[in-house]
């Protein structure tokens, strides 16, 4: 009897950083650490830092298929995370300082953003 295979679905979200905003967006991703991790199908997230001088900051997760994705985006944790990030982000900008980009570490800290979705092929693990 054949094994049934299972292709995940993968989500990259690349944003783009300005300079000097990189360790409050890592701090505001940390601040929201849990609540995708119950979230069904869910098998994996990554949040990685650009290392070659580019201002792109690579937000990776895996998940079991498309649907599952897109509840989560419509889940009440999906809304939770983003909002308290849009709140983390108000509270820091501090009085007079707006929602300007890196005023007081207030508002966004990324100026862009672009999903792309992939699916997995293939996988090799160590043995």
């Given amino acids: 009897m054949e094994e049934a295979v299972t292709i995940s679905v993968v989500k990259i979200n690349a944003l783009t950083v300005p300079e000097g905003m990189g360790p ?3 701090k505001r991703f940390a601040a929201r650490a849990g609540l995708v991790e119950g ?7 990554e949040l990685l830092r650009p290392t070659d001088g ?3 900051y690579l937000v990776y997760t895996r998940w079991s298929s498309e649907e599952a994705f897109q ?3 419509k889940s009440q944790a999906f809304s939770q995370g983003h909002a308290k990030a849009a709140a983390d982000a108000q509270q820091n900008a501090g009085q007079g300082a707006g929602h300007g980009h ?3 570490h207030g508002g966004p800290a990324a100026s862009g953003a672009e999903l792309w979705g992939f699916e997995v092929i293939q996988k ?4």
Avoid: I, N, Y
Wanted: glycine share 18%; hydrophobic share 25%.
């Fill in 24 to 26: 409050e967006l890592e």
């Fill in 39 to 45: 979230s069904e199908g869910f098998e994996g997230f």
């Fill in 54 to 56: 580019t201002d792109r």
């Fill in 71 to 73: 509840a989560w985006t």
């Fill in 102 to 104: 890196g005023h007081g």
């Fill in 124 to 127: 090799v693990e160590p043995k």
